[in-house]
């Protein structure tokens, strides 16, 4: 009876002692007092159980710090899965490889269009200096001849052009011959060989025009064709920046550049030809100005032909032998 009685109020006792205080109060700070422990156990979220045992004391002091770390982490992983794909090339010969299927056409088409121009410069260059070598070499021989036969001689297998007007020029006099001694002869015949040498000039022209229309294409056309490139590529370029996720300059650079350079290569093709074109129709028009010399140049020696004839009373067949 006695033992019962001892061992009941030893368990009163032991439930009469208050709790042990938590850890997370005072395991912050060594040596804080009660106050700053309740300071610290208010820090903790209204409506949350309060941690037991030593898990209080992982728990973090500012309410989205871990959140927010989170995201920067996240961020930098994206930056450096960016990166990772960015070329390391940013040469022209790098970008052209980096870039896309479009664009790398439209660069090839530029650059084709490059090559063409400057083959059609060197090659009308060339004979255009060439034919207006002859041309003023032949003018100047055809002022020195006395008459249509000597012209022929000395002139037609020098000059192809001067050769022709010579030619056509002989085949309109014999072919009016016997129209010499009509009313007007003579000012019919010149009308005609007049209007075949017209025609020779106006080939000659056309054949020293023929490319020329080339150049002006790709000089006019040329930095538009650039132009699509760069849209293109810079539409390609915001794609990207929308599945990255970022405006990182380091990650959008790259393909601007790509895009940009199409525009350069196209004004790399353009301004050439049309420099190049307008050059060309200056010198063009001068050597026409060269053949109508020649052209001038024969109707004289028609002319003389003509009235020598007519005061020594012979055919062109005598006059020419």
Known sequence: MVLALVSVLAGAAHAQEPPPAPVAGTAGMAGAGPAEGRGQDQALPLGEPAPSGGTAAARPIVPGLGDGMGILHLEQEQL???SANLPHDLS???MFMAADLVVK???????FASVVTWTICLAKFLELAMARRRAKRATARLARAPDLGEALAGVARDD???GSLLAAAETELQMSEDLEAAVDGKAGIKERVASRLDRIEAAVGRRMIRGTGVLATIGSTA???GLFGTVW??????IGISESQTTNLAVVAPGIAEALLATAIGLVAAIPAVVVYNHFARQISGYRALVGDMSAEVMRIVSRDLDRRGAHGRGYARAAE
Request: net charge neutral; hydrophobic share 70%.
């Open 80 to 82: 450096s899965a960016a």
């Open 92 to 94: 022209p010969w790098g």
């Open 105 to 111: 056409a439209v660069m090839v088409g530029l650059a």
């Open 160 to 162: 192809l052009v001067a």
């Open 223 to 225: 930095p538009f064709v």
């Open 233 to 238: 590529g810079i539409m390609n370029s915001f």
